[in-house]
Nanobody, 119 residues
Framework: QGQLVESGGGSVQPGGSLTLTCVGSGYTGTMGWYRQAPGKEREAVAK????????VVVDSVKGRFDISRNNAENTLYLHMHILKPEDTARYYCAADCGSRWEQGDCRFWGQGTQVTVSS
């Protein structure tokens, strides 16, 4: 597998939107997005099953965030809407995630991209 490389982070005002992108070739299993804010533990955000395309989004962002994947382009997306200051964090994509996904049970990780929500 190749590296996982995230992009698309930046600064946005509350209520705004961002789409994060993660590119990585050779990953066929479940992939996910996580985030970590300063002084806080890493938090699972969303995951997507490769074969079915089924998704799971955690309650804290449900209705605002969505995950998608383009297998042909080896790209994972996190679509974020109605962003809040509490969404400020470094966002990471991960691959080959197991059953304990919410505890960070993934084999491969990117370096992350920073999202800052502030007025």
């Amino acid at each position: 597998q190749g590296q996982l490389v995230e992009s698309g982070g930046g600064s946005v005002q509350p209520g705004g939107s961002l789409t994060l992108t993660c590119v990585g070739s050779g990953y066929t299993g479940t992939m996910g997005w996580y985030r970590q804010a300063p002084g806080k533990e890493r938090e699972a955000v969303a995951k997507i099953y490769s074969r079915t395309g089924n998704t799971v989004v955690v309650d804290s962002v449900k209705g605002r965030f969505d995950i998608s994947r383009n297998n042909a382009e080896n790209t994972l997306y996190l679509h974020m809407h109605i962003l809040k200051p509490e969404d400020t964090a470094r966002y990471y994509c991960a691959a080959d995630c197991g059953s304990r996904w919410e505890q960070g049970d993934c084999r491969f990780w990117g370096q992350g991209t920073q999202v800052t929500v502030s007025s």
